[in-house]
């Protein structure tokens, strides 16, 4: 910049004044974001077209072939027998984790909004999963969860011989929901938390005088009122909820059988422990398909749903 | 709501809370007791909340069966470079975006917001592919390169740029009226007081990266390369059964400085993880 201006600057100011306060600032913005755009080519833009590329081929990587077979993966994945199960599984364990993460962090929300000493060592413990390592955090239910581990010891306690959590379908399903849950509902709490504060005390005080019951000012005020809380949150949770992978990694492998395979594992099984790159692009084709239509409908259900917006 | 509560309700109030507490609070606390219990009695009956006897071999034999000084080192020296350049590279870019006008600059924003639509499950095997081609598969590179600049950074570039949104711009232009270059307006002005949103950002992405697991296991291989959530699925014996107490050992180590530093700290997390809205 200040080259060009020098040598500019002898020839008059008509053209230095190339140079303008916007010439100078659409320069600044450019190279401002240059290393984020730069990096998202690189690492985004880029990666995106090639899963695509991929997608459309075989890839053989013992023989080192890479043939153009069309559609014919996405064929496959029509005719995959495992697929069901594994979008089952999916379509399960987000569910399961949407509804129970957010009914339990509005729940201590409210609980932790309440006038009482010592609240804010409740929340800070409450938090604490969070910045726990997240492994370290599976490894330890996963050794809680064994057939004689720390769980069942309790159960046995009082009599209740306790399942083999991670090995049985119904509660290996249950475990990974429940391990990822309370690792990260602390998020979710701080968000209500900081929704319920917002909310006029008046608002209260009003339904209070007109006789109405705590429970109905709860549906009558509360809720419409942190709906846009309710909805960011559950955008961030069911996205997240698709990405979940360690932890299944970890506690059950996708088992038993293939209960808790959900897409992420089964994508990096396809691709990395069996090396179908092919497939396995084919697969995260519909990763980032499932993932762009959930959110743009979270996105639509905004209008009808949310009541208020701040 | 926030009524004075009647001692009756109070006394309720906090017994729920301890009640609901336990799932949160007990983890941590069984993996801290049971790795010093002898192998012997991780699995007693009744559970032994406190243990009866200590075995703190376990702790040694962590550093004896794996390189976990450099594996502990690979993870903090990773997560310390990936918070530092995040910082630099969406504290510049989202302060362009909310301050600075230049072509295009809308429809740049939405094509880098498309990095927080897209998981990074989803380019995965394309990273992976041109890692390998770039000769830096079993390195560290990926795990610095494509968190610093690829998507994971564009959600600290959209918390910047709301931050600079919402600054003042009064002192900026006076700044300007002065004859203050951007860059020194952005790094003298601006950046300082957009301490809190860095604040957020650096815990965040610390946290991001310590965490990270589907990376490394794809793109490292070897042991002294790994990072610390996949070196501590490593101890297993000869069977690939998790040698439990050991692993527990390794799973303290990693996980009590954070713990610490966050009891330390709580405010500064938790108000900089809220007011941000992690993705979970």
């Not at chain 1, 594994?86 to 006038?115: C, D, Y």
């Not at chain 1, 604490?128 to 390592?133: F, Q």
């Not at chain 1, 306690?157 to 602390?186: H, Y």
């Amino acid at each position: 910049m200040a080259v060009v201006q020098q040598t500019a600057r002898p020839e008059g100011r008509s053209s230095s004044s190339f140079w303008t306060v916007a010439r100078r600032d659409s320069l600044a913005g450019f190279l401002f974001i240059a290393p984020q755009l730069i990096g998202i080519t690189l690492f985004v833009l880029i990666p995106l077209c090639l899963v695509f590329w991929y997608s459309l081929h075989e890839w053989n990587v013992l023989a080192n072939t890479f043939t153009y077979t069309g559609l014919a993966n996405y064929q496959m994945l029509l005719e995959d027998t495992s697929l069901p199960s594994v979008l089952g599984a999916t379509a399960i364990f987000s569910a399961g984790l949407v509804i129970f993460n957010l009914s339990l962090a509005l729940l201590l929300a409210v609980l932790l909004n309440q006038k009482l000493a010592g609240i804010t060592i409740f929340r800070t413990l409450f938090f604490s999963p969070v910045v726990v390592s997240l492994v370290a955090w599976t490894i330890v239910w996963g050794f809680l969860l064994q057939k004689n581990g720390g769980i069942n010891g309790v159960l046995l306690v009082f009599g209740i011989d306790g399942p083999n959590w991670l090995r049985e379908p119904v509660t290996a399903m249950i475990s990974v929901i429940v391990v990822q849950v309370f690792k990260n509902v602390g998020l979710n709490m701080i968000l209500f938390l900081a929704a319920l504060q917002g909310v006029p005390n008046e608002l209260y005080e009003a339904a209070r005088i007109d006789g109405a019951p705590r429970f109905k000012q709860f549906r009558r005020i509360t809720l419409p009122l942190i709906s846009p809380t309710i909805l960011l949150t559950s955008i961030i949770t069911i996205v997240g909820s698709l990405q979940v992978f360690a932890q299944i990694a970890v506690l059950t492998q996708g088992g038993p059988g293939l209960t808790t395979t959900v897409l992420v594992y089964y994508l990096y099984q396809q691709a990395f422990q069996f090396h179908f790159f092919g497939y396995g692009s084919t697969l995260s084709i519909m990763l980032f398909v499932i993932v762009a239509v959930l959110t743009f409908a979270q996105w639509q259900m905004r209008k009808r749903i949310v009541f208020y917006e701040s | 709501m926030k009524a004075e509560l009647s001692p009756r309700r109070q006394v309720f109030l906090y017994g729920l809370l301890c009640i609901l507490l336990i799932p949160f609070v007990f983890p941590t606390w069984w993996m801290v007791t049971s790795s010093v219990k002898p192998i012997s009695d991780i699995f007693a009956f009744p559970p032994q909340l406190l243990p009866e006897s200590y075995d703190w071999t376990t702790y040694s034999k962590v550093f004896e069966l794996q390189p976990f000084v450099k594996q502990y080192w690979n993870s903090a020296y990773i997560a310390a470079l990936v918070t530092i350049g995040t910082m630099v590279v969406s504290s510049m870019a989202g302060y362009a975006f909310a301050r600075i006008k230049f072509p295009f600059a809308n429809a740049i924003f939405m094509v880098v917001l498309l990095g927080l639509l897209i998981p990074s499950e989803v380019t995965i095997v394309p990273l992976f592919q041109m890692f390998l081609k770039a000769g830096m598969v079993n390195t560290h590179w990926p795990l610095i390169l494509v968190p610093i600049f690829g998507a994971p950074s564009v959600f600290a570039t959209f918390v910047m740029r709301q931050f600079f949104i919402a600054l003042p711009v009064e002192l900026e232009e006076a700044a300007r009226v002065d004859g203050l270059g951007r860059f020194k307006i952005f790094r003298k002005i601006a950046l300082p007081l957009a301490r809190p949103a860095l604040a957020s950002v650096a815990i965040f992405t610390f946290l991001h990266s310590w965490n990270l697991y589907l990376e490394p296991i794809v793109f490292l291989s070897s042991a002294d390369k790994f990072t610390l959530p996949q070196a501590l699925t490593q101890y297993t014996d000869a069977y690939g059964g998790p040698m439990w107490n050991i692993q527990l050992a390794a799973a303290t180590l990693t996980a009590l400085p954070v713990l610490i530093v966050f009891i330390i700290a709580q405010k500064q997390f938790v108000e900089g993880l809220a007011h941000t809205g992690l993705k979970g």
